[in-house]
Nanobody, 113 residues
Framework: VQLVESGGAFMQPGGSLRLSCATSGFTFSIYYMSWYRQARGNGRELVAGIGSAGVPTNYVDSVKGRFTISRDNAKNTVYLQMDSLKPEDTGVYYC???????WGQGTLVTVSS
């Protein structure tokens, strides 16, 4: 089982970014997928989750209306579209398959002016 995040970057506040998590080694289409983030000095925080068929989607209150989680089951990939970025969105973003207990290596997002 492998999860590989990509798309992290240094961004200015108000910008947009799309993260990707490419997966392999398991039947992606039947699993609920999640994105977490970890700011320096903090624990990992659940950001968003998505059901196996694309619904339901769930978000932490701080990103509702700004972030969108989606998935492409044909490509075994889950995405996180991040709009109206804020400095407090800074952190390492991880994708996670709870039922398998597997994390990716993370991708760093830095939002700063």
């Amino acid at each position: 089982v492998q999860l590989v995040e990509s798309g992290g970057a240094f961004m200015q506040p108000g910008g947009s970014l799309r993260l990707s998590c490419a997966t392999s080694g398991f039947t992606f289409s039947i699993y609920y997928m999640s994105w977490y983030r970890q700011a320096r000095g903090n624990g990992r925080e659940l950001v968003a989750g998505i059901g196996s068929a694309g619904v339901p989607t769930n978000y932490v209150d701080s990103v509702k209306g700004r972030f969108t989680i989606s998935r492409d089951n044909a490509k075994n990939t889950v995405y996180l579209q991040m709009d109206s970025l804020k400095p407090e969105d800074t952190g390492v973003y991880y994708c996670f398959v709870r039922r398998l207990g597997v994390w990716g290596q993370g991708t760093l997002v830095t939002v700063s002016s």
